[in-house]
Structures are given as structure tokens and as C-alpha cells.
């Protein structure tokens, strides 16, 4: 299991922090003219990005899923592919082959569609477990391995899946240990009525990610996530996560709560979440903000929850509720 980055010892100066919030509030406006009236998912995914985590998209068809990927990789310049799921897509299909070349007399290694900066899994669940495992090694490691032989994927690396909560024939369920992976799980879901006018008019003038003009680069990507790893979590902050995600796991209502990988992830998600709102340090809201993206798809529920029709937000809004806040000079 991969570790949160330790803190460098060099906090972001003032200019650090102001230039980070800057930044990102220009490719969440860039992002949002394109994605309409969905401002606090926007924010969310870039949050991802730049805390080199992966998003879990579950939503209905045609809602903008698709659409979010390619934007926040046009606003960067990143490279970006998609990969559809389907039954017979085979592991090599995603990540690559080692071909035999007549010409040199050797084996060449013919990346896939993984070597992008952000990659979009569409409709995940339809591949076979197999397939879906192929995935496992690059989204923790971000290297793929074919014949033995590591290959690096290109930096930053975002895999956003999706999936549909409708139309669940003939699909394969995530397992426990690829859901824990996505370091958030979000949902578009439906415009309001203004912003889906606004849509309307917006396709009608050819409004689409390709004519998103970027902010950024990805070297400039690089440098924000390295700024974020040096943010400030106290120490009593550091002892509220983890009594946040031991309180998912003495639930009664639970069977799996979150795991120590579903405790770092959020540290890493609050650095960057602080170091947008301007701050070079996280303070409790910023993980009270982020409790229910990070932790939720991490649940796994009793069978007597399932009946009662307990979800996995309603165990978390009580963590929220009964576990003392650090008092702010504590933090």
C-alpha cells in the first residue's frame, strides 16, 4: 500500500498558497464553462487530480461524465484516453503488448491505452474481473508490468471510471479491493433547469472540451502536487481521521468500514482542499468536507443495514456528529 508523501519541512510560503488558489480557481471556472452548474464536482475532481488520486463516476447515461474527463484534461493540456469496457476486453487491451519485431530481431513493447495522463474507463463494471484487475497495479503503483518488464505511465495520472447504477445485467460487481482504490467517488447527477438551458445553448454554439483553451500544463500539475504534499496536518487533525474512519469500522450497521488506505487518501484529498481555499494548513472542516467522496464507496454495509435501508452517508453524517472535534488551539 502506497503511503501519503511525508511533509517537507518547508511549509508553502504566502505566494506558494496564493498562486495555488489562483491557479485553481481559474481551471475550475475554465472547467465549469464548459461542465454547467456543477461547481462543488468540479472542484472535487481537480481536488483528485492534484492529490494524485482516481475518481469513481455513478451516474445515469448522458449526464456529463465523459464530458468531466475530457475537460480537466483539455484544461491541462494532458493527454487523454478512453477505454470502453465491454465483456471481451482482454487485460492486454488496456494495458499494452510485447510484440516479436521481424525487422530488429526483437520484442517490442506496444503501450495500450493506460499511457495517458488521464484515462477514462467507461462503464467499468461491464469487463470481466480480469480485465477490471488490470487496472490494479497502475492506479497504486502507476507503472503497468507486461512480461516482467515495468513500464511508467506519464505523470500526472488520473483514471476516472464509470459506471452506471441502472442497467446492471451482465455487469461485474467492484470488488472491495479496486473500489478502495479510487480515492473518491463522486456523482454528476441531473442540471437544474437553468443550467441544463444553458447546456442546450452551449451545444447549439459548439461548446465542448476540444475547444477548451487550457490553463495549464501538466509540468505546472506536477509542481501544484508537490506544493500540496507540504501542507500542515496537525497532529490532533491527524488523531480526528483516524477516529473518523475507527468509527465506520464499530458501527453495527457495518461490516467493513474504512481502511487505513481510506484514512490517507483524505489526508492527501484535505491538502489540497486547504491549499485551495488558501490555506497552508487543513483545518477540520476541510475533512468534514471531504468525509462523504473519500470514505463512502469505502462502506461495505451489514445485510441488516441493507434491509433497514441505512446507507453508507447516513454511518458517516453520525461519525461527523459524535466524534469530538480537535478544539482549534489544539490544531
Do not use: C
Not at 41 to 67: F, M, Q, S, W
Amino acid at each position: 500500500m502506497t503511503q501519503a508523501p511525508l511533509a517537507n519541512p518547508a511549509a508553502p510560503t504566502a505566494e506558494d498558497v496564493h498562486g495555488f488558489a489562483t491557479l485553481f480557481a481559474r481551471l475550475a471556472a475554465g472547467i465549469e464553462s464548459v461542465v454547467l452548474g456543477k461547481p462543488e464536482v468540479v472542484r472535487l475532481a481537480l481536488t483528485a487530480l492534484l492529490a494524485e488520486g482516481h475518481i469513481l463516476l455513478e451516474d445515469v447515461p448522458g449526464v456529463g461524465k465523459t464530458t468531466l474527463a475530457r475537460t480537466v484534461a483539455a484544461s491541462v493540456q494532458g493527454q487523454w484516453r478512453r477505454i470502453q469496457f465491454t465483456p471481451d476486453l482482454l487485460p492486454s487491451d488496456v494495458t499494452g503488448v510485447t510484440i516479436f519485431n521481424q525487422a530488429t530481431r526483437g520484442f517490442e513493447f506496444h503501450p495500450g491505452p493506460v499511457f495517458a495522463n488521464i484515462v477514462i474507463a467507461d462503464e467499468i463494471n461491464r469487463a470481466s474481473p480480469k480485465t477490471q484487475s488490470a487496472l490494479l497495479e497502475v492506479m497504486e503503483e502507476r507503472t503497468v508490468t507486461v512480461d516482467g518488464v515495468p513500464h511508467a505511465v506519464p505523470r500526472p495520472f488520473l483514471v476516472v471510471a464509470t459506471q452506471n447504477p441502472v442497467e446492471m445485467d451482465g455487469t461485474y460487481r467492484l470488488p472491495e479491493a479496486q473500489l478502495d482504490r479510487f480515492l473518491m467517488k463522486l456523482s454528476v447527477g441531473y442540471p437544474t433547469e437553468a443550467a441544463e438551458i444553458d447546456v442546450l445553448r452551449g451545444a447549439a454554439a459548439g461548446h465542448n472540451p476540444d475547444s477548451l483553451p487550457p490553463v495549464t500544463d501538466t509540468a505546472v500539475v506536477g509542481q501544484l502536487v508537490a506544493l500540496a504534499q507540504r501542507v500542515h496536518v496537525a497532529e490532533p487533525l491527524l488523531a480526528y481521521t483516524v477516529r473518523l474512519a475507527a468509527a465506520t469500522r464499530n458501527h453495527p450497521q457495518v461490516r467493513v468500514g474504512v481502511s487505513p488506505r481510506g484514512a490517507i487518501a483524505i489526508t492527501r484529498a484535505a491538502r489540497v482542499y486547504a491549499l485551495a481555499a488558501g490555506r497552508a494548513y487543513v483545518v477540520p472542516e476541510d475533512l468534514k468536507a471531504l468525509v462523504e467522496p473519500v470514505f463512502a464507496h469505502r462502506l461495505l454495509l451489514s445485510a441488516d443495514a441493507q434491509v433497514r435501508g441505512v446507507t453508507a452517508l447516513d454511518v458517516l453524517r453520525e461519525a461527523v456528529e459524535t466524534v469530538a472535534v480537535p478544539a482549534p488551539a489544539a490544531a
